[in-house]
């Protein structure tokens, strides 16, 4: 037994999103879209983090809610996690503007972020590594040429100097490259003529509030995502990075998808305020990927995949049944402690015991690693650091480890 009765509720019937992740229709609804490599169960645990650190996403339509869910699940990517793969923000829209029955609803944005694009181009087989960076006027090295001796190369410095490029850079199997880089007013003109910048701006400029969008709080990496998706005009692409490009940031009817998933993501015919968003880039000269010839060329290696885990301590063995018996535990409990307000020491922001793994770099560093390579690469690149914290800081290697075994379970 799990310990949480799910409700048989009819989905049209279900009233807000504490009775969605409560009702077994909306599992069932998850598992029939989702990866292989996710469960409903580890879904339920991470969507209930996430409304943990946005408790606006419980006040949600919970169709909507649902339908977001169900595609970052159909793309593999958790959203709202340490790994910054894709987020799941909510947003008021207006429906009948002006109009006697004007109403305000809030619905769910799903916004995929540049981890989460890197590792599902990683997915077609054909590329190695895919990397982004900005190129800042105080940087140790930029060697970029174009041309017969078209080069790319750079080495980060302090970040305190004026943005000069966004850029983003693949490895092939077999042994190739390509890469795009955008000038800072390229992205800057990008920006300008998105959407959902536009919006934020008007709302800002009506309310004399600043204005609240991506490109305000995280520049850089929305930057980046701009030039990974620059280049990947001439990717050999995997079908899940072509839906997230569909559906990164758009106008979509999320509420329709949750009830007939066989019709896909279908754009938003409704009117009503949108969130930032990037939709297309209004320079009409593409900017073309250059082959890079020299090794040296090459940007920062990626984990070695083949360095063995380092060796874990002896657990019971359990079977198939059992496992999947204890991941429906953990995601009743979490949905559970939830809505009865108990576990508040991990309310905040993705901690384990007494640590804050969002306020530890070397934390970040590694489970980023894991969410991009996996987490055997992660453990073996960063193998020695780990070791040492085993040794001399304990609870931060617990929490470490704990959270890679999720990531790798």
């Not at 916004?111 to 599902?120: A, N, S």
Request: glycine share 6%; hydrophobic share 40%.
């Amino acid at each position: 037994m799990t310990g949480l009765v799910l409700q048989k509720t009819p989905l049209r019937q279900v009233a807000d999103v504490r009775q969605l992740l409560m009702n077994e229709q909306a599992r069932d609804q998850l598992a029939a879209v989702a990866a292989k490599h996710m469960s409903p169960e580890r879904m339920m645990r991470v969507v209930a983090n996430a409304i943990r650190t946005t408790p606006k996403l419980q006040q949600c339509e919970p169709m909507s809610f649902l339908g977001a869910l169900m595609q970052c699940a159909a793309l593999g990517l958790e959203p709202n996690t340490i790994l910054g793969h894709a987020y799941m923000i909510p947003f008021d829209k207006t429906l009948n503007r002006g109009k006697p029955n004007e109403t305000v609803i809030t619905e769910v944005q799903l916004v995929v972020g540049y981890k989460g694009l890197i590792d599902l181009a990683r997915r077609s087989g054909h590329i190695t590594s895919l990397n982004a960076g900005i190129h800042y006027s105080d940087d140790e090295l930029w060697d970029y040429e174009e041309g017969t001796e078209a080069r790319l190369r750079h080495q980060p410095g302090p970040e305190a100097g004026k943005k000069l490029h966004a850029y983003a850079i693949a490895k092939f199997k077999d042994g190739g490259h390509a890469y795009v880089v955008l000038p800072w007013a390229r992205v800057m003109r990008i920006r300008d003529a998105s959407q959902g910048y536009q919006s934020a701006l008007r709302v800002a400029t009506k309310y004399k509030k600043p204005i609240d969008t991506p490109w305000v709080k995280h520049e850089d990496e929305m930057a980046k995502k701009t030039a990974i998706r620059a280049l990947a005009k001439y990717l050999p692409l995997s079908v899940e990075f072509m839906e997230a490009l569909d559906v990164d940031e758009a106008r979509a009817d999320y509420r329709a998808f949750a009830m007939d998933p066989t019709a896909g993501v279908i754009p938003d015919a409704d009117d009503g305020d949108t969130i930032e968003g990037e939709v297309g880039d209004p320079d009409p000269k593409q900017e073309k990927p250059k082959a890079d010839p020299k090794p040296k060329a090459e940007p920062k290696p990626e984990p070695e995949k083949k360095a063995a885990e380092p060796e874990k301590g002896p657990e019971p063995a359990k079977d198939q049944a059992e496992t999947q018996v204890d991941a429906a535990v953990e995601a009743d409990k979490a949905v559970t402690d939830l809505f009865n307000g108990e576990d508040e020491k991990n309310a905040a922001t993705e901690t384990t015991g007494d640590v804050d793994l969002l306020k530890t770099p070397f934390a970040l560093e590694v489970l980023r690693d894991a969410g991009d390579f996996g987490e055997t690469a992660a453990r073996a690149t960063h193998a020695a650091q780990l070791d040492y914290f085993a040794t001399n800081d304990k609870p931060l290697f617990e929490a470490i480890d704990a959270e890679l075994k999720s990531i790798g379970g």
